[in-house]
């Protein structure tokens, strides 16, 4: 498979009063076509960041540092200039469904109005052919034509988030980022969206980023899993690697997992993480982990530990997990 | 709170409204205000003002209707000022028709293009007293103007006026020179005695005068004779050349100083204007959260009330009422009060609406908390800053109404308000007669006091309302 | 297994709660009535002394409006709540405050439950000003020293000064319970308490509330649309839909044999973190979502999703929660046959 992204010393800081905040710090991961990845963490820990830094639109004080590199299809998109990116890759090539999208839509106009809106910003067609597009993208995932003429309050949840992923699709983008984009709903719901876009992505041949904090769900919807850690990756590996019989390596990812609460087996006692993840301003020398790790030895303190492949494409950043 | 927390917001908040230009410019206007409030003796030339602005003859010494001093900067031919003069040179003379003398001198030193309005004499006598009045003019002539007698005085005041008790003598003085002609020819009711005085004596100083500058000597003699024995005396003699400009702002028709009335004004601009937005707004306030706490039938028969007093306009009905009760400063104000308290209430309502579906005013349900604890303990505190801003903002709407009610004439009469000067200001006419300085500063100033408060207001409410949504 | 009517702390009965629109006053005297939001809709329940009880549904099923009843937060339209035997929805104003005292709630978002303008110390101190628990000052500062070391907020003295946006979630959470154990309460409505917290100290705050009920003997009402957390916190659970209850039981047993078919739909959906589904579509069996409480379905409140519902779902009568045995309660007239 070829790859379709590749992410190569991401760096991404917050420069406020107090200092510099290290919101991601040299973050390497690639994406192949077709595939889907998933980035898990707890908040704070950079998810986010990192799918708004490939559409190359920090907040402010947020910048990416020199040195960065995004090649998404064989360029480096940080090469590029501003204008250039919101003409050929934002949104047509990497689109986002953000966090909470569903409840950022207009409550005083139509939905069809507001779809209408952002096609027309992007592609030169008139009111026919776009009505007839948006029927085709609403029928793909799974709402009638008549959701056009309603106000989003008029919605439930479940039929917002598909409109939000209608709209993300529009354009045909080959990179789909999704931010979170179950968390508001109920589970059924949740089942229902996980499905539609598996379905979308067999159908447009897309490639997701997938964004979450439930472990649970990442296992269902990525091939392969990233657990990153107060900006940094901690584990990088296949869905088999990180959910299978062996576990995963990292013992952050460990400890998650082991914090996850399972529904269809009776589990005596979770395990969690004490201690609260650290302030980005001045992260904790070493292992940025270490202070809560459990397997915490004197190196861990001292040196940061590198990101490893301990075996074909299972990456570790901890020293317990060294060859 | 406590006292600490209390500090540290009130620091919070001036790091904040230092940022702010126009609250740094109202708030050192207000504080300009409040020290010329606190020490007002001392900005007032007139110190009785207060008691005194409806007594004619506690301004009957002043120039009618004149304008600025200031404004002789300004004007190719210079207005004679007004000056005061105590304690006269007194000497003893030998008087060829009186014999031994008293003379009381005073010099004025007239530099002026347009001579003064008038010349008063004022002193406190006993017993019987007669005075010989004259002036000494700088070319050596000597214009007699009158002679004072009177008995049985004690302690009395005496007053002599020139405009209006030289009249004769002075045109006896023109008859040196001018020929009857000349006299009958000009219409002498139109020539004040004042400007033959200080004009150069020829035959044509009734028509055509030129002004005579130097050094006039006002004479008052009386005879040794009757001062000899001490039982008659006279003291605090005391001369008032009366300018044809005067003091920092003028007078009005009624010789009224009118900076002494816009200085004595401001502390009722200011009474007027915080009492009524205080008490407005707190009520207003308060209204506003038991409506949107308590919701239902109350907030709907609370929300028709307001309604109904929001509807109602709020001059004409002020207008009836100030009519019916004695104008009296305390019906007015509360008669604002009355209609301003609707001001804050709808924001208030909504902004309480929302504060009452936080959790943490749930929780203190939860918890046991009383309906008052949680309007006074959770929902003011958040709402008192906005009141702040809200109490500041209409302060100017008091000082504009009661000076709209003053302007038409239904104001307190006790007390001087700046809508009281226009008001009369209107009735004389001033517009037509082109009397600025009697309508311009007072409307300036509550125009002043109006924008002082707003940019106060504007600035607390730009600093204080983002801290609603501190969450 | 039937409950004995002695170790009963709480019990509900055809508990109601209907909501009318707000309305005008010109509405109101036209006698002109909007659709009724009918949130809760004839539930019965019972908890033991000492027993987590879970309330799951998902939103809109009513699972908080029935919190909030339970809290007094709002007055039911019809129904019981008895606590120790008491009715306590027709009670005076000493009675409610007395009964404010022994029940106690712990909210979703522990920061939105506290005035951010309270510190830590007056957050806690209110609920001891509020039901004039005696002693000055200095007695009330050793309570809520106590009530900080009991959900282990350490050193206490460290975090009274605070305000509560200086705190953590989880440390937030702590001060939340915290403030309801200060009037030693007997029961605890927790109204999902975790699910605004990472999952990495989730069990932390779980382990904690536990600690909590054992040592002071507590029961808790665990209202969550999380079945994982319920499955693990909880020792007995209801399933609610649209209002009403469609399950109840030992929450072992309602999870790894439910009756219901919304509760095993509801089961069937949750994700577990196991390899090998990434290609698999996962098989739902109901499909649309949960209708809006202001239209309630005739009949069987379930029959429009449900992919067992015969014609006589919709026609007949809505089915009554019925015992099938060991404490299991189900709403299904056809659980036999699915």
């Given at each position: 498979?070829?790859?379709l992204?590749?992410?190569?010393?991401l760096?991404?800081?917050?420069?406020?009063?107090?200092?510099?905040v290290?919101?991601?710090?040299?973050?390497?991961?690639?994406?192949k076509?077709?595939?889907?990845?998933?980035?898990?963490?707890e908040?704070?820990?950079?998810?986010?960041?990192?799918?708004?830094?490939l559409?190359?639109?920090?907040?402010?004080?947020?910048?990416?540092?020199e040195?960065?590199?995004?090649?998404?299809?064989?360029?480096?998109?940080?090469?590029?200039?501003?204008?250039?990116?919101?003409?050929?890759?934002?949104?047509?090539?990497?689109?986002?469904?953000?966090q909470?999208?569903?409840n950022?839509?207009t409550?005083?106009?139509?939905?069809g109005?507001?779809?209408?809106?952002?096609?027309q910003?992007?592609?030169?067609?008139d009111?026919?052919q776009?009505?007839?597009?948006?029927?085709?993208?609403?029928?793909l995932?799974g709402?009638?034509?008549?959701?056009?003429g309603r106000?989003p309050?008029?919605?439930s949840?479940?039929m917002?988030q598909?409109?939000?992923?209608?709209?993300?699709?529009?354009?045909k983008?080959?990179?789909?980022i999704?931010?979170?984009?179950?968390?508001?709903?109920?589970?059924?719901?949740?089942a229902?969206?996980?499905?539609l876009?598996?379905?979308?992505k067999?159908?447009?041949?897309?490639?997701?980023?997938?964004?979450?904090?439930?472990?649970s769900?990442?296992?269902?919807?990525?091939?392969?899993i990233?657990?990153?850690?107060?900006?940094?990756?901690?584990?990088?590996g296949?869905?088999?690697?990180?959910?299978?019989?062996?576990?995963p390596?990292?013992?952050?990812?460990?400890?998650l997992?082991?914090?996850?609460?399972?529904?269809?087996?009776?589990?005596d006692?979770l395990?969690?993480?004490?201690?609260?993840?650290?302030?980005?301003?001045?992260p904790?020398?070493?292992?940025?982990?270490?202070?809560?790790?459990?397997?915490?030895?004197?190196?861990?303190s001292?040196e940061?530990?590198?990101?490893?492949?301990?075996?074909?494409?299972?990456?570790?950043?901890?020293?317990?997990?060294g060859k | 709170m406590s006292m600490?927390d209390?500090?540290y917001?009130?620091?919070?908040?001036?790091?904040?409204?230092?940022?702010?230009?126009?609250?740094?410019i109202?708030?050192?206007?207000?504080a300009?205000?409040?020290?010329v409030v606190?020490a007002?003796?001392?900005?007032?030339p007139?110190?009785?003002?207060n008691?005194?602005?409806?007594?004619?003859?506690?301004?009957?010494?002043?120039p009618?209707?004149?304008?600025?001093?200031?404004?002789?900067?300004?004007?190719?031919e210079?207005s004679?000022?007004?000056?005061?003069?105590?304690?006269?040179?007194?000497t003893?003379e030998?008087?060829?028709?009186?014999?031994a003398v008293?003379?009381y001198?005073?010099?004025?030193?007239y530099?002026?293009?347009?001579?003064?309005?008038?010349?008063i004499?004022?002193?406190?006598g006993t017993?019987?007293?007669f005075?010989?009045?004259?002036?000494?003019?700088?070319?050596?002539?000597s214009?007699?103007?009158?002679?004072?007698?009177?008995?049985?005085?004690?302690?009395?005041?005496?007053?002599?006026?020139?405009?209006?008790?030289a009249?004769?003598?002075?045109?006896?003085?023109?008859?040196n020179?001018?020929?009857?002609?000349?006299i009958?020819?000009?219409?002498?009711?139109?020539?004040k005695?004042?400007?033959i005085?200080?004009?150069?004596?020829?035959?044509?100083?009734?028509?055509?005068?030129?002004?005579?500058?130097?050094?006039?000597?006002?004479?008052?003699?009386?005879?040794?004779?009757?001062?000899?024995?001490?039982t008659?005396?006279i003291e605090d003699?005391?001369?008032?050349?009366?300018?044809?400009?005067?003091?920092?702002?003028?007078?009005?028709?009624?010789?009224?100083?009118?900076?002494s009335?816009i200085i004595?004004?401001?502390?009722?601009?200011?009474?007027?204007?915080?009492?009524?937005s205080?008490i407005?707004?707190l009520?207003?306030?308060?209204?506003?959260i038991?409506?949107?706490y308590?919701?239902?039938l109350t907030?709907?028969?609370?929300?028709?009330?307001?309604?109904?007093?929001?509807?109602?306009?709020?001059?004409p009905?002020?207008?009836?009422?100030s009519?019916?009760?004695?104008?009296?400063?305390?019906?007015?104000i509360g008669?604002?009060?009355?209609?301003?308290?609707?001001?804050?209430?709808?924001?208030?309502?909504?902004?309480?609406?929302?504060?009452?579906?936080?959790t943490?005013?749930?929780?203190?349900?939860?918890?046991?908390?009383?309906?008052w604890r949680?309007?006074?303990?959770h929902?003011?505190p958040?709402l008192?800053?906005?009141s702040?801003?809200?109490?500041?903002?209409?302060?100017?709407?008091a000082?504009?109404a009661?000076?709209?009610l003053?302007?038409?004439?239904?104001?307190?009469?006790s007390i001087?308000?700046?809508?009281?000067?226009?008001?009369?200001?209107?009735?004389s006419?001033?517009?037509?007669?082109?009397?600025?300085?009697?309508?311009?500063?007072?409307g300036?100033?509550?125009a002043l006091m109006?924008?002082?408060?707003?940019?106060?207001?504007?600035?607390?409410?730009?600093?204080?309302?983002?801290?609603?949504?501190?969450? | 297994?039937?409950?004995?009517?002695?170790?009963?702390?709480?019990?509900?009965k055809?508990?109601?709660k209907?909501?009318?629109?707000?309305?005008?006053l010109?509405?109101?005297?036209?006698g002109?009535?909007?659709?009724?939001?009918?949130?809760?809709?004839?539930?019965?329940?019972?908890?033991?002394?000492?027993?987590?009880?879970?309330?799951?549904?998902?939103?809109?099923?009513?699972k908080?409006?029935?919190?909030?009843?339970v809290?007094k937060?709002?007055?039911?339209?019809?129904?019981?709540i008895e606590?120790?035997?008491?009715d306590v929805?027709?009670?005076?104003?000493?009675?409610?405050?007395?009964?404010r005292r022994?029940?106690?709630m712990?909210?979703?978002?522990?920061?939105?439950?506290?005035?951010?303008?309270?510190?830590?110390k007056?957050?806690?101190?209110?609920?001891?000003?509020i039901?004039?628990?005696p002693?000055?000052?200095?007695?009330?500062e050793?309570m809520?020293?106590?009530?900080?070391?009991?959900?282990?907020?350490?050193?206490?003295e460290e975090?009274?000064?605070?305000?509560?946006?200086?705190?953590?979630g989880?440390?937030?959470q702590?001060?939340?319970?915290?403030?309801?154990l200060?009037?030693n309460?007997?029961m605890?409505?927790a109204?999902?308490?975790?699910s605004?917290?990472?999952?990495?100290?989730?069990?932390?705050?779980?382990?904690?509330?536990?600690?909590?009920?054992?040592?002071?003997?507590l029961?808790y009402l665990?209202?969550?649309?999380d079945?994982?957390?319920?499955?693990?916190?909880?020792?007995?659970?209801?399933?609610?839909y649209?209002?009403?209850?469609?399950?109840?039981g030992?929450?072992?047993?309602?999870?790894?044999?439910?009756?219901?078919?919304?509760?095993?739909?509801?089961?069937d959906?949750?994700p577990?973190p196991e390899?090998?589904k990434?290609?698999v579509?996962?098989?739902?069996?109901?499909?649309?979502e949960i209708?809006s409480p202001?239209?309630?379905?005739?009949?069987?409140?379930f029959?429009?999703r449900?992919p067992?519902?015969?014609?006589?779902?919709s026609?007949?009568?809505?089915?009554?929660?019925?015992?099938v045995?060991?404490?299991?309660?189900?709403?299904?007239?056809r659980?036999?046959?699915?």
């Open positions: 498979m070829d790859k992204l590749e992410v190569k010393n760096k991404l800081y917050y420069h406020t009063v107090a200092g510099a290290r919101a991601l710090d040299d973050v390497s991961f690639d994406l076509k077709g595939e889907t990845l998933g980035l898990v963490g908040s704070g820990c950079g998810k986010t960041t990192t799918g708004v830094a559409l190359k639109m920090p907040s402010p004080p947020g910048r990416i540092e040195g960065s590199q995004i090649i998404l299809d064989g360029r480096d998109i940080m090469t590029l200039s501003e204008k250039e990116i919101r003409k050929n890759v934002r949104w047509e090539e990497v689109s986002m469904v953000f909470g999208a569903m950022c839509l409550p005083v106009y139509t939905i109005k507001q779809m209408l809106e952002t096609l910003e992007h592609r030169d067609m009111r026919k776009a009505v007839d597009l948006i029927t085709e993208y609403l029928g995932v709402l009638p034509p008549e959701v056009m106000y309050h008029e919605m949840g479940g917002k598909r409109i939000v992923i209608a709209t993300a699709l529009f354009l983008p080959k990179l789909v999704l931010d979170e984009p179950t968390t508001a709903l109920d589970v059924i719901v949740q229902q969206i996980i499905n876009l598996k379905k979308l067999k159908t447009f041949d897309l490639s997701f980023i997938f964004i979450t904090h439930d472990l769900l990442e296992a269902e919807v990525s091939d392969r990233c657990v990153m850690y107060a900006g940094k990756i901690a584990e990088l296949t869905n088999g690697q990180i959910y299978g019989a062996q576990g390596m990292h013992p952050y990812t460990e400890k997992l082991q914090a996850t609460p399972l529904l269809r087996k009776k589990v006692s395990s969690y993480i004490p201690g609260t993840p650290p302030d980005l301003i001045d904790p020398k070493g292992c940025r982990f270490h202070p809560r790790c459990h397997k915490v030895m004197d190196k861990c001292r940061e530990p590198p990101l490893l492949e301990i075996e074909p494409g299972h990456m570790v950043a901890c020293w317990r997990c | 600490k209390f500090t917001r009130l620091g919070e908040f001036w790091a904040d409204f230092r940022k702010e230009t126009s609250g740094l109202g708030l050192g206007i207000l300009l205000c409040v020290v606190l007002e003796p001392l900005f007032l007139y110190s009785d003002v008691g005194n602005w409806r007594n004619i003859s506690y301004w009957e010494d002043n009618q209707a004149a304008p600025p001093a200031w404004t002789n900067l300004f004007a190719k210079k004679a000022t007004t000056s005061r003069y105590k304690s006269p040179v007194v003893d030998d008087d060829p028709e009186f014999g008293r003379v001198t005073f010099k004025y030193g530099k002026f293009d347009k001579a003064p309005l008038d010349i004499l004022r002193a406190k017993g019987m007293l005075m010989n009045i004259s002036i000494e003019r700088p070319d050596g002539e214009v007699f103007l009158g002679q004072v007698y009177q008995d049985g005085l004690d302690g009395d005041p005496i007053r002599f006026a020139v405009e209006t008790d009249r004769s003598a002075v045109y006896e003085f023109i008859r020179f001018a020929s009857d002609e000349a009958s020819n000009s219409d002498s009711s139109n020539v005695p004042t400007d005085i200080f004009s150069k004596a020829g035959e044509n100083m009734l028509s055509a005068r030129e002004p005579l500058k130097g050094e006039y000597l006002v004479r008052i003699k009386i005879p040794a004779s009757i001062l000899e024995d001490g008659n005396t003699l005391r001369l008032l050349v009366t300018g044809r400009v005067s003091g920092v702002l003028g007078t009005d028709t009624a010789k009224r100083d009118l900076y009335g004595a004004g401001l502390k009722w601009a200011l009474f007027i204007g915080l009492v009524t205080v407005s707004v009520v207003g306030v308060m209204y506003g038991i409506c949107a308590f919701g239902g907030d709907t028969l609370m929300s028709f009330v307001f309604e109904v007093f929001v509807s109602m306009p709020m001059l009905i002020l207008i009836v009422l009519a019916i009760f004695k104008p009296s400063i305390w019906i007015i008669s604002m009060i009355v209609f301003y308290w609707v001001g804050p209430v709808k924001t208030v309502r909504s902004m309480a609406l929302q504060i009452k579906e936080e943490y005013i749930e929780a203190a349900k939860a918890l046991g908390s009383g309906k949680i309007i006074f303990k929902m003011a958040l008192l800053p906005y702040f801003a809200n109490m500041a903002l209409s302060v100017p709407g000082i504009v009661e000076s709209s003053s302007l038409l004439g239904l104001g307190d009469p001087i308000t700046w809508g009281q000067i226009l008001h009369d200001a209107q009735l006419g001033a517009t037509l007669n082109g009397l600025w300085w009697w309508i311009v500063p007072p300036l100033f509550i109006g924008m002082t408060f707003a940019f106060l207001g504007f600035a607390m409410d730009k600093i204080l309302h983002p801290k609603l949504r501190t969450r | 297994m039937s409950i004995d009517k002695n170790d009963v702390i709480l019990e509900i055809d508990l109601k209907h909501f009318a629109p707000h309305q005008s010109a509405q109101t005297l036209t002109k009535n909007r659709k009724v939001v009918k949130a809760v809709d004839g539930i019965s329940f019972a908890i033991r002394r000492g027993e987590i009880f879970g309330l799951i549904g998902e939103s809109g099923s009513g908080t409006t029935t919190g909030k009843l809290m937060l709002i007055d039911p339209t019809s129904g019981t606590f120790n035997g008491e929805t027709k009670t005076d104003k000493e009675r409610t405050k007395a009964y022994q029940v106690q712990i909210f979703q978002d522990p920061y939105a439950s506290m005035n951010p303008r309270f510190k830590i007056d957050v806690l101190e209110e609920p001891l000003i039901h004039k628990i002693g000055g000052h200095v007695e009330h050793e809520i020293v106590k009530a900080l070391t009991e959900v282990k907020l350490n050193p206490p975090f009274m000064g605070r305000y509560p946006h200086m705190l953590s989880g440390q937030r702590r001060v939340a319970t915290a403030r309801t200060i009037l309460p007997l605890l409505v109204d999902e308490p975790v605004m917290i990472d999952l990495s100290t989730r069990a932390e705050i779980l382990h904690m509330m536990k600690d909590v009920q054992r040592d002071l003997g029961t665990y209202i969550t649309h079945l994982s957390t319920a499955r693990y916190f909880t020792d007995r659970i209801a399933v609610m649209l209002g009403r209850i469609v399950e109840m030992d929450a072992d047993d309602v999870i790894d044999h439910p009756l219901h078919p919304y509760t095993k739909a509801l089961i959906a949750v577990e390899t090998g990434v290609d579509i996962k098989e739902l069996p109901i499909s649309g209708p202001a239209n309630i379905p005739p009949g069987c409140r029959h429009t449900c067992y519902a015969k014609p006589e779902c026609a007949e009568a809505e089915p009554e929660l019925i015992d045995g060991n404490g299991h309660y189900q709403a299904c007239r659980y036999k046959e699915i």
